[in-house]
């Protein structure tokens, strides 16, 4: 199975975009961390190339993505503009990209472009950098939205936000054909843990009897369970 990592862009003393009092730089290390830990309960081998508000050099971040196959570099945008975006790399075929706005459109998120750039001057190297130093990594970057944008008060809500995040898990699931299941849902195979509520233990079992009565009466489900020692 494909290994994929999670880059959280900026950090540190580089805050990325910033207005209203948000700074780019928590809300993407909000994303890796999100995206990982669902990819990891999922059986999705990934992991993240920072875990704080760290600064990470150019040189070690393109270094450390370069070891895995995959990678997402998130990110929020600015400019004023309305809508998630998806850059993949000129050298790259954009399927990926395809199923997650996808992903994004039935979700009912707002949807801008996908798209590449090429260096000024030369028509063979990619323009951004997690593209063009990242080696054979194959690195899609995503913004999610504007922070100087129509859609910002929607993307001040941490569920919306985190819905975003999930149409990405989605995508990732489908292109690694890993069963995907919602972030709120159990399992429901036979091996499904099983937590019990215990009320109470008494001697007598009258006692027992009288504390079911009142559960019942309350609404709730109730049994008595002997131990024996």
């Given at each position: 199975m494909t290994k994929w990592i999670q880059d959280a862009g900026h950090g540190g003393s580089d805050t990325g975009a910033f207005h209203d009092g948000i700074a780019e730089k928590n809300w993407t290390l909000e994303a890796a961390l999100y995206v990982n830990q669902r990819l990891n309960e999922l059986g999705v081998s990934s992991t993240v190339t920072r875990k704080s508000d760290q600064d990470l050099s150019r040189d070690k971040r393109t270094a450390t993505v370069s070891k895995y196959e995959k990678a997402i570099s998130h990110h929020f945008n600015a400019g004023g503009g309305s809508g998630a975006e998806l850059i993949h790399s000129i050298y790259a075929d954009g399927s990926f990209e395809k199923n997650l706005r996808q992903k994004f459109e039935e979700a009912g998120y707002p949807f801008r472009r996908i798209f590449t750039k090429t260096y000024p001057g030369n028509r063979e190297r990619d323009y951004y950098y997690m593209n063009r130093e990242t080696g054979s990594a194959r690195v899609t970057i995503v913004e999610y939205g504007f922070l100087d944008g129509p859609n910002l008060h929607r993307l001040k809500d941490k569920n919306y936000r985190e819905g975003?995040?999930?149409?990405v898990?989605?995508?990732?699931?489908?292109?690694?054909?890993?069963?995907?299941?919602?972030?709120?849902?159990?399992?429901?195979?036979?091996?499904?843990?099983?937590?019990?509520?215990v009320t109470g233990s008494f001697h007598k079992r009258e006692n027992a009897e009288k504390r079911i009565e009142q559960l019942k009466k309350a609404g709730y489900e109730a049994f008595i369970d002997i131990l024996r020692k």
């Open positions: 975003l995040y999930e149409c898990v989605q995508a990732i699931c489908a292109e690694e054909g890993v069963p995907y299941r919602q972030a709120s849902q159990e399992p429901t195979d036979e091996g499904t843990t099983l937590y019990r509520v």
